[in-house]
């Protein structure tokens, strides 16, 4: 690291730059009179532009930070959703600079309709706010950063020329878009879009010690504005770069700039970028040894995709090879291919143990067979499954014509992402708290069935007491088989689940024009869709948490990370492909020597080999986050793993943290 680069990580650290930044409202409601729908989506983006200050941090080479903390409002229907999730094709327009984006727009608009001009206009509007500020900008640090002076004086009009100037027009793009109140921006597959610039700058005698300082540098840019870009809480932002993966040649690949990248991001300790790496069965063993380096520095990540699984799954669903060969992941998880897709990855939600537990109180007593029970829990999952989809057809995709200038499609058609301008408007629901539903089925088949230890009307009553007068069937419940100890007992009630809402879903149509497409992940849903649900038959008491997405049930007792690893593997995961990571937290002290390394490494492997198709790993020490919570002023900078994401422990809410407490903590 050099001195440059320890100085500006400083004044990240210590956060002093947020005093830059005021509260200013913006009201856009007098611009919005006799505005198209179209110009109403990007008032927010210019409106934002034109009110900013330009402001340069000390040893910055990359600029454009926000001084304006509330982006402004857009009244938007109850039924529609918002923008975001979605990998934009950077390098389409860092590759020509916008004044031939806006000059080819120009050209389309001679031969246009009516409605394609209105979408066309809103862009070419946005961009002359873009160059109004950026040349605001370039005359403000002219006697701060000759660098990046010079920078400005080819980008973002003209394209990038250099690694250098990649980085640059890179952050204008994510500064203009996060304008848009877009609070959920992927990075995709950055080594891939920016590896032309890098090559060329070696070639051209750039040093890798200056390349290295360069994207260090970016990092550092990619955090200063992190508390102001939010989803549910502070780091969920979406700032997810994937790194990796088999090519278009077919063969798996992980170049020097994805190298880098983990270099950079191991020194660093940053929460963002937010790192994935795509693997294979071909893939070097070293470079899982190099990722769990990344997981023992705590922060949560990598993150790994399996491209065998993956990438057949994708096509399974109806996306084209061509395209999923470079798939990233949106804000957390979910598999989408970069450039040409506007799906909307998250819509809606499958909650298992609500579905297992409404037809457990309707059905269990009038059943005289475990298997008769079962068909009704698969019949339940299927009739769950149409109201997700019947609710989630029932919103829609607000305009947001400058986000659709980088997805491939919406230009040369002239139409929004709204309005299906590109290759793919697919669908994807969270499957929330599958553990959770199968473990309730184990305990069903076990007591009632099996053992007859309890008739349904008792534990009935006792699921409706919260287990109060029922301790003693409380602890036989807690006893029976979980999910994630390599019991076929339990684990096949998983695979059920799964294939049973897979299949549910599958081929039907969304309203977008797309499909729907399932998925294992929760999201926040493992806390806030449990906070309305009742005991379940699994041993979980009323309203308490889910297992965070594809994990063991909370307090679960387990035989060790391996037979996790091997129990949630059982499924082919090639059939529930939106996304949702097994997801397992490790004691920090197993990372203190090489053979924990070594193990970690392996289990990462095995996860792969057995056909998981997505895992995360949270390097924790329960005493360190108590003490965290207790004195939040000496570990300011603690990251963990989240659900898809990783933020600063100490600026989560409470249930976040204490789920966080509470999960399973492995020891090799």
């Not at 594809?550 to 129990?567: E, K, T, Y």
Request: net charge negative.
């Amino acid at each position: 690291m050099t001195e440059r680069i320890q100085l500006l990580l400083k004044t990240l650290n210590e956060r002093e730059y947020r005093k830059n930044r005021v509260d200013k409202q913006i009201d856009l409601t007098p611009l919005m009179e006799g505005k198209d729908e179209m110009m109403i989506s990007v008032l927010r983006v210019t409106e934002m532009l034109r009110n900013e200050t330009p402001v340069y941090i000390e040893n910055d080479d990359m600029g454009f930070h926000r001084t304006i903390i509330n982006v402004p409002t857009i009244p938007m229907p109850q039924d529609h959703c918002g923008v975001g999730n979605l990998i934009p094709n950077y390098k389409r327009v860092m590759s020509t600079g916008f004044d031939a984006v806006a000059e080819d727009i120009k050209e389309r608009m001679k031969t246009a309709t009516e409605e394609q001009n209105q979408f066309y206009s809103a862009i070419l509007y946005t961009i002359d706010a873009i160059f109004e500020y950026v040349d605001r900008y370039t005359a403000f640090v002219k006697d701060k950063n000759d660098r990046l002076y010079q920078a400005l004086q080819q980008v973002p009009h003209r394209e990038a020329r250099t690694f250098y100037e990649a980085c640059v027009f890179l952050k204008i793009i994510t500064f203009t878009i996060r304008c848009n109140d877009i609070a959920l921006l992927p990075l995709g597959c950055f080594d891939r879009y920016m590896y032309s610039y890098f090559e060329n700058d070696r070639k051209n005698g750039v040093s890798d010690e200056e390349l290295f300082e360069t994207l260090e540098n970016l990092f550092i840019a990619l955090n200063f504005d992190t508390d102001l870009y939010r989803g549910v809480q502070q780091g969920d932002n979406g700032q997810s770069m994937v790194l990796g993966g088999i090519n278009h040649d077919g063969v798996y690949e992980f170049n020097d700039l994805a190298h880098m990248c983990l270099d950079a991001s191991l020194e660093l300790n940053l929460i963002d970028p937010k790192i994935n790496i795509r693997v294979n069965k071909d893939t070097p063993y070293e470079l899982y040894v190099k990722g769990t380096y990344l997981t023992k520095q705590g922060m949560g990540f990598p993150q790994y995709c399996n491209d065998d699984v993956v990438i057949p799954g994708l096509v399974g669903v109806g996306y084209d090879y061509e395209d999923v060969v470079d798939y990233g992941v949106a804000a957390c998880w979910e598999f989408i291919p970069s450039n040409n897709a506007c799906d909307v990855p998250n819509i809606d939600h499958m909650n298992f143990p609500m579905v297992v537990n409404k037809v457990l109180h309707e059905k269990l007593t009038e059943c005289a067979t475990f298997d008769e029970f079962l068909e009704c829990v698969k019949q339940g999952v299927v009739d769950e499954a149409q109201v997700v989809m019947n609710r989630a057809n029932k919103r829609n995709v607000i305009p947001a014509a400058y986000f659709s200038l980088y997805i491939d499609g919406c230009i040369e058609k002239g139409l929004d992402q709204s309005q299906q301008g590109a290759k793919y408007n697919n669908s994807g629901a969270h499957g929330i708290g599958i553990a959770n539903g199968a473990d309730a089925l184990a305990a069903v088949k076990k007591l009632v069935f099996e053992e007859k230890y309890c008739d349904a009307q008792t534990l009935i009553d006792a699921l409706n007491a919260n287990y109060e007068g029922y301790e003693e069937l409380h602890n036989r419940i807690l006893n029976c088989p979980k999910m994630g100890n390599n019991d076929d007992y339990v684990d096949e009630f998983g695979v059920m689940l799964m294939d049973t809402y897979s299949k549910a879903f599958q081929g039907k149509p969304n309203n977008r024009g797309g499909i729907f497409r399932a998925g294992t992940g929760s999201a926040q849903g493992y806390y806030y869709h449990s906070k309305h649900i009742p005991a379940t038959a699994c041993g979980r008491k009323a309203y308490e948490a889910f297992g965070c997405s594809f994990s063991p049930a909370i307090a679960s007792r387990l035989d060790g990370p391996l037979s996790v690893v091997q129990s949630f593997t059982k499924y082919d995961l090639k059939n529930i492909i939106n996304g949702g990571p097994l997801t397992i937290e490790i004691h920090n002290t197993t990372f203190r020597n090489e053979m924990g390394i070594e193990k970690v490494a392996k289990l990462v492997k095995a996860f792969i080999d057995l056909g998981g198709h997505q895992f995360q790993l949270n390097a924790i020490n329960r005493d360190t986050l108590l003490d965290a919570k207790e004195h939040p002023e000496n570990h300011r900078n603690l990251i963990v793993r989240v659900w898809g994401w990783s933020g600063y422990f100490v600026e989560l809410d409470t249930p976040f943290q204490d789920h966080i407490i509470s999960r399973a903590e492995y020891k090799f």
